[in-house]
């Protein structure tokens, strides 16, 4: 059975950093393209940022230069840590593992950028 579970998310004010954490099971790792969305109420769940199964990395334009995604192939997480957040950019906050047609999500974490 294939779990993803995220944590690392909670009340920030803006200008503040968080990391999420992703941990996957049931799932041969490495091999899967991981993946961080979000999805602010009344909005689409958008993409974040993503890492390949190859460790290559591509970012929204507008968290470039703030948020970096990572890989743990041996502890089989996907992390992503945020700088500068903005009270836009609160929203539940989702990994996703997907190989081919294959595609598994997380329940989400809560991101909320608040003062």
């Known amino acids: 059975q294939v779990q993803l579970v995220e944590s690392g998310g909670g009340l920030v004010q803006p200008g503040g950093s968080l990391r999420l954490s992703c941990a996957a099971s049931g799932i041969i790792f490495s091999f899967y393209d991981m993946g961080w969305y979000r999805q602010a109420p009344g909005k689409q769940r958008e993409l974040v940022s993503l890492?390949?199964?190859?460790?290559?990395?591509n970012y929204a334009d507008s968290v470039k230069g703030r948020f970096t995604i990572s890989r743990d192939n041996t502890e089989k997480r996907v992390y992503l840590q945020m700088y500068s957040l903005k009270p836009e950019e609160t929203a539940v906050y989702y990994c996703?593992?997907?190989?081919?047609?294959?595609?598994?999500w997380g329940q989400g974490t809560q991101v909320t950028v608040s003062s």
């Open positions: 996703n593992a997907a190989l081919g047609v294959a595609s598994y």
């Open positions: 890492i390949t199964s190859r460790g290559t990395t």
